[in-house]
């Protein structure tokens, strides 16, 4: 179970409106929202066609930081592009 970040719309929506449209939210004993992790077994990686990439992968760790270099890569070009 993950806790529903505050910048997720969900995180303002009523209880009634949850039950009836989003029936991924749920809200525990302690009234936080919580959803399930939707690949528990994946790392997912962020971008259009990104991919993802087993957990227990022997090769995991190599593609994690793989992408995390790319990531990074991607970072300074939006910096480059923001102050254009």
């Known amino acids: ?23 991924e939210v749920s809200i525990n004993h302690e009234g936080r929202r919580i959803i399930k992790d939707p690949n528990p077994g994946y790392f997912e990686f962020l971008g259009k066609g990104a991919g993802k990439v087993k957990c227990n992968n022997p090769k995991a760790d190599e593609k994690c930081l793989e992408f ?10 939006a910096q480059v592009l923001i102050k254009q």
């Not at 179970?1 to 029936?23: A, V």
């Open 1 to 23: 179970m993950l806790y529903l970040p505050k910048k997720d719309f969900r995180s303002k929506l009523s209880e009634e409106i949850l039950k009836k449209e989003h029936t």
């Open 68 to 77: 995390k270099s790319r990531y990074e890569e991607m970072k300074k070009d």
